[in-house]
């Protein structure tokens, strides 16, 4: 009897063991530069257990301070970038290649079509590598510093479907400029608009300071929780529209607003999680350091018709510090900080100005963690959290949590 156990122990593992090569065998054939990209390393793994890894990822980080909610995960992961970045440069051989660079080098990985990446964004910088040889354009070499274009980015519009695409030059001068552009929209007509950026400098930036609008208004409209948005080509805006709805859909949920609260968007962007929290609020502010970024949050705020927010450039930390000096009071406070979390002079500000509730949008879990430790230990607990997949088949993680005044 026990050797029966043993030999159907044995043949689960073996069956197992089938199953994971199987499973890797069909990624791998569905994505040839698999291994080297290093974009997507759970593309091997079965959508329910890459969000089973990443639920118990969440609730092992989030543990001291609170259960997590269910995992929200995606009904469609595949091909959900709407905002595709591609690297030009050139193979061994010469030949005209764009991808990304291999993760933590500057190898350029030549990609083709990639699984997390919008069709028509592909479709699009498909064409302009077949074009560039008859425009005699050359793409830059980074090491010598010598050719023209350098990378392309196209955003996709996921509600209107419009398409702008921006060509980063290492130079102001795109010969045959007209001709190129007419002979990219007659391929993709539904191109909405063209804008050459100029990045001059050796960085790892992908847009430089100048930008000049060759074709259409300059800048594409998306529609997110029934507010319409502008899209500059420097404007951060999620690259996943379908589980920005969820993500914000959540932070608001966890914001439980009533109509009479006046809300802080720190870090607010463009102005999206305020804008769309304004019509559940008395009063919206938003802060922001970039000025493009609050120039298009009050075109966004004018377009959609709302009149109970303003914006404002300055450093959040600093402005929450004025607001508790002049004993302006908020209620709550949505914060979504980039992947370094926030500083610490932003969190003594936050807890200086003392919301009710604080909203923390977090797209690294990690230094989350590390700014909840700071914000328990000065009067605030943390309620509930729940985490959202927006960026399926990747190690990503973004993750909302609701603090709330003790």
């Known amino acids: 009897m026990q050797e029966n156990r043993k030999q159907n122990l044995e043949q689960r593992d073996q069956k ?9 065998k069909r990624q791998e054939q569905a994505c040839p530069v698999f291994k080297k990209c290093g ?28 259960r997590t909610e269910s995992f929200i995960g995606m009904e469609q992961p595949l091909h959900y970038r709407h905002k595709v970045n591609a690297t030009f440069g050139r193979d061994r051989k010469g030949n005209v290649i764009s991808g990304t660079y291999k993760e933590g080098t500057h190898f350029l990985v030549s990609v083709d079509t990639c699984l997390l990446e919008n069709e028509k964004a592909d479709d699009i910088i498909r064409t302009i590598r077949r074009l560039l040889p008859s425009f005699k354009i050359k793409t830059y070499d980074e090491d010598t510093g010598y050719g023209l274009l350098r ?11 419009q398409i702008m695409v921006v060509l980063v030059l290492s130079s102001p001068i795109l010969p045959s400029k007209n001709n190129f552009v007419k002979a990219l929209r007659k391929e993709h007509p539904e191109i909405s608009t063209v804008v050459v950026n100029v990045n001059d400098k050796k960085t790892s930036m992908v847009l430089g300071e100048k930008e000049q609008v060759v074709y259409g208004p300059g800048y594409i409209e998306d529609t997110l929780c029934g507010k319409t948005f502008k899209i500059s080509p420097k404007s951060f805006y ?9 993500l914000y859909g959540k932070a608001l949920e966890y914001a439980d607003l009533t109509g009479k609260e006046t809300v802080l968007d720190a870090y607010c962007g463009t102005g999206t999680i305020g804008l769309i929290a304004s019509d ?5 502010i938003g802060v922001e350091l970039n000025k493009d970024a609050v120039k298009d949050a009050i075109v966004n705020a004018k377009r959609n018709g709302v009149k109970n927010a ?71 607990f943390v309620k509930k959290a729940v985490g959202i997949d927006m ?8 993750a909302v949590a609701l603090l709330v005044r003790k």
Do not use: W
Request: proline share 5%; charged share 30%; hydrophobic share 35%.
């Open 280 to 284: 559940r609020a008395k009063k919206v």
């Open 391 to 398: 960026f399926p088949n990747t190690v990503e993680i973004e």
């Open 39 to 66: 974009g997507c390393r759970y593309l091997d793994l079965s959508y329910e257990k890459q969000l089973k890894k990443k639920e118990e990822q969440l609730r092992a980080l989030l543990k001291p301070f609170c």
């Open 238 to 246: 999620q690259v996943n529209p379908v589980q920005t709805e969820k």
């Open 151 to 161: 990378h392309v980015l196209i955003r996709v519009s996921h509600a209107t479907g």
């Open 16 to 24: 197992r063991q089938d199953t994971k090569k199987q499973e890797q």
């Open 310 to 380: 303003q914006f404002y450039q300055k450093d959040a930390g600093e402005f929450m510090v004025q607001l508790a000096e002049s004993g302006d009071r908020v209620d709550v406070v949505f914060m979504d900080p980039p992947r370094s979390g926030s500083s610490e002079q932003f969190l003594a500000s936050l807890v200086r100005l003392s919301p009710e509730k604080v909203v923390y949008v977090s797209c690294n879990p990690e230094t989350m963690v590390r700014d909840l430790k700071y914000l328990t230990a000065r009067g605030y």
